[in-house]
């Protein structure tokens, strides 16, 4: 990736480091799934957590669950991200999906949803899913991995995804995830 993007990655905690890796790699292979930009999805999925560098590691690194205000707080990194990009001079094909990658109602700042173009929601989907199969097959602080069933049965239900995203992440599990998640633990 980017020389720009090295110093600020390389001060993210190591486990979003490799998080963000993965779900990198996971955009890059749905892109084609929703029709956008393999190198435009892999970049969306390595910086999408970028805005964490504001948010306190001892949250970050919560065992516990996290009170009201600690998840108000952690909600933000989607917003830092986005001005984190935007003032870097990326585009809003990418800070953008980094805004909404948790919905369209977190961070419940701002109101850029009104220059959304078709593509952007493409890739609001992708990074979206992406990174909810990420969270939810690896080992967190906070919970253990979850099964690809419950994993899927997740992303069912979730407005930020559909059917053909869901079939192949139904297949990425067998070709890549056992390598990845055994690099997950690593830094654990
Ligand atoms: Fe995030
Ligand atoms: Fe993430």
């Known amino acids: ?3 720009r993007y090295a ?3 390389g001060q993210l905690n190591k486990e979003t480091q490799s998080h963000s890796k993965r779900v990198a790699k996971i955009c890059r292979y749905l892109a084609p799934v929703m ?3 393999e190198e435009l999805a892999y970049r969306i999925g390595y910086v999408h957590d970028v805005g964490k560098l504001y948010i306190p590691s001892r949250i970050i690194k919560k065992s516990e669950s996290l009170t009201e205000l600690e998840r108000e707080i952690v909600d933000l990194h989607s917003y830092y991200g986005y001005k984190m990009l935007k003032d870097m001079g990326d ?3 990418v800070y953008i999906p980094v805004l909404f990658h948790h919905g369209f109602l977190k961070p419940r700042i701002g ?3 009104a220059v959304l173009t078709e593509d952007m929601m493409k890739s609001i989907y992708v990074i979206h ?3 909810v199969y990420d969270a939810m097959m690896n080992k967190r602080v906070y919970h253990e991995p979850f099964s690809l ?3 899927l049965d997740n992303l ?3 407005a930020l995804s559909n059917d053909n995203i869901i079939n192949a992440l139904a297949q990425y599990r067998c070709t890549e995830s056992k390598r990845e998640k055994t690099i997950s633990y690593i830094y654990i």
Do not use: V, Y
Request: glycine fraction near 8%; proline fraction near 4%; hydrophobic fraction near 20%.
């Open 35 to 37: 029709g956008i930009d």
């Open 111 to 113: 109101n850029e949803k």
């Open 129 to 131: 899913s992406a990174d």
């Open 149 to 151: 069933e419950q994993t």
């Open 156 to 158: 069912k239900d979730d």
């Open 1 to 3: 990736m980017e020389e």
């Open 91 to 93: 585009g809003p094909e």
């Open 7 to 9: 110093k600020l990655f």
